[in-house]
């Protein structure tokens, strides 16, 4: 017999512990032995399904569980079960059982294993050692409920073991209803661009054994199919041994962040819209003639509305924040509504940015203030990449791009940023106008006479009335009643381009007949050649 006194037994002691054994005599000697140390036996099971049943009902402070187990469930059935669904303690009770019956034995993550026959001392510290970590557990549990962030625990396979309260809101699964479900099952990742699914970090916390941070833009799908952006970090959890026993994934709604985060860049996007309008007008006042006020006057409206928006939004975002900060409630913004939000300031502020970029530029340009940067360009190669970035766009638009470049093209001593920019803003404007089906080709010609190359844009399918011709490139001009011209714009690009070409040296114009239109740009091969250019 067991001294108590030795172990430091405690009389008053009530202990529940439900007896799992299917040979009568064996039940019988362990139920005397528990009560013998001052525990008690509510109840004795000879079967899995028996055991289930007593276990919910008396709801035990342990189990002493025998593996093999007449029925159709053994002993392991019955103790998992017991573990996802009350969270009892197991303390499995064996004689003899084969290599495999053992290992299916430990992946429910049993608190101890008595060999049979049972001896009093081993009984008692299997039983105290099992309930101190069991409530050890259970107050990790109770910090972890507590916790203001996500927190989801996961085994080694990265099944579900735990979620507490704040993960089940934000995810809109019940950890009754998660355990034991894979992890990207409920706790399900994408990428909030590319909407693709993202791996398991849980597992790669495991094998790497380190702790592993979510990358920016990701947001969580709930159980309901909302969205979440969410921030979280994943790290494995160790045994006393230095074994990992599984992860833990820590996470928390970035919604609140992301909102105070697209309210500063906005205001500082309205600070550089802003200065650019400052130096707009400085450049003004210093060739005020240049810009006639009824043209300023035509673009006033298209000034005022994006910012007025831009306002708009940025006063809602500051509700938004204002009513989390005072309230912190549920529920907040959904990504849909922050998505609406952040959309109208993008467009709106790259409209304006557009429209003030365009008129910036041609001012510098107006006033002389702007320094070329000339350098030896490969016209093959570079038109080349330039069209390669414009093919996706004019697949999009069901067009045909195609390039005409002679072999033996000279070398161009130009800026290359100014070249760019007028290739760019005359494919814009061909993809832009240039009907689905048709065709837009850039060609190039050497003209060795006046050592001059000449580039061209044409697309098919358009034409512009002759007598509209010798206007298309003054600034904000538009065509009333050309189809072509509805589809929006600064009305700056061509006056712009027009410049640039001057700025190089070369020469611009378009031609329009027999259902295409073709913009050319003539420029000198070499500097010396417009060194002394008016511009």
């Given amino acids: ?12 002691r009530k202990t529940q512990i439900l007896v799992v054994e299917d040979e009568r005599i064996i039940a019988i000697n362990l139920k005397e032995s528990l009560e013998a140390l001052g525990y008690a036996v509510p109840a004795i099971a000879a079967t899995a399904e028996r055991a289930i049943e007593e276990a919910v009902n008396v709801r035990p402070d342990l189990v002493l569980m025998d593996i093999r187990l007449k029925g159709d469930m053994d002993g392991i059935d019955a103790a998992e079960y017991l573990w996802n669904t009350l969270q009892v303690p197991i303390i499995y009770v064996t004689g003899h059982s084969d290599r495999s019956t053992l290992e299916r034995a430990k992946e429910t993550v049993p608190f101890g294993y008595i060999l049979k026959p049972v001896k009093e001392r081993e009984l008692y510290v299997a039983i105290e050692t099992a309930l101190q970590r069991h409530e050890r557990e259970q107050t990790l549990m109770a910090v972890l409920r507590s916790m203001g962030d996500g927190v ?9 073991m735990f979620l507490n309260r704040i993960a089940e809101l ?6 009754q209803d998660a355990r034991g479900r894979e992890l990207m099952e409920v706790f ?29 833009r990701v947001v969580l799908v709930a159980k309901d199919g909302t969205t979440i952006p969410v921030t979280d970090s994943v790290a494995p959890l160790t045994s006393s041994k230095g074994l990992i026993t599984g992860a833990v994934i820590v996470f928390r709604d970035d919604s609140q962040r992301r909102l105070a985060e697209e309210h500063s860049l906005t205001l500082q996007r309205a600070q550089i819209l802003e200065r650019q309008m400052n130096e707009l007008q400085r450049l003004n006042q210093l060739k005020d003639n240049q810009l006639k006020d009824d043209a300023l006057s035509s673009i006033s409206y298209r000034l005022q509305m994006p910012l007025t928006t831009i306002k708009m939004a940025i006063q809602t975002l500051e509700v938004v924040l204002n009513q989390q900060n ?35 530029e041609l001012q510098h340009l107006e006033s002389e203030v702007c320094s070329l940067d000339l350098n030896l360009i490969e016209l093959q190669d570079s038109i080349s990449h330039l069209i390669d970035l414009f093919q996706e766009r004019a697949q999009h638009h069901k067009q045909r791009l195609q390039t005409d470049l002679p072999s033996n093209l000279p070398l161009l001593v130009s800026d290359p940023a100014i070249l760019s920019r007028i290739l760019t803003e005359l494919l814009i404007n061909a993809c832009k106008y240039t009907p689905p089906g048709e065709e837009i080709t850039v060609s190039v ?26 206007r298309i490139f003054d600034k904000f001009y538009r065509i009333p009643t050309s189809d072509r011209w509805q589809q929006g714009g600064t009305g700056l690009g061509l006056a712009l381009v027009k410049k640039l070409v001057a700025y190089l040296g070369g020469f611009i114009w378009a031609e329009s007949n027999s259902g295409q239109t073709c913009f050319t740009v003539e420029l000198p091969v070499n500097p010396s050649e417009f060194s002394n250019v008016a511009r």
């Fill in 170 to 175: 934000l995810t809109g699964w019940q950890q």
């Fill in 1 to 12: 017999m067991i001294d108590k006194a030795s172990l430091h037994f405690d009389p008053q």
């Fill in 326 to 360: 005072l309230l912190n409630t549920e529920p907040k913004p959904t990504s849909n509504q922050m998505d609406r939000y952040l959309k109208i300031l993008h467009d709106q502020y790259s409209q304006e940015l557009t429209l003030v970029s365009d008129l910036l």
């Fill in 152 to 160: 989801i625990v996961v085994d080694t396979h990265g099944h579900i």
């Fill in 445 to 470: 010609q050497p003209l060795p006479i006046t050592n001059r190359i000449q580039l061209k844009v044409t697309n098919t399918g358009i034409e512009i009335p002759a007598d509209e011709l010798p």
């Fill in 188 to 216: 399900n990742l994408i990428h909030e661009e590319t909407r693709q699914p993202l791996e398991n970090r849980a597992i790669a916390a495991i094998q790497q054994d380190m702790i592993v941070y979510l990358e920016e």
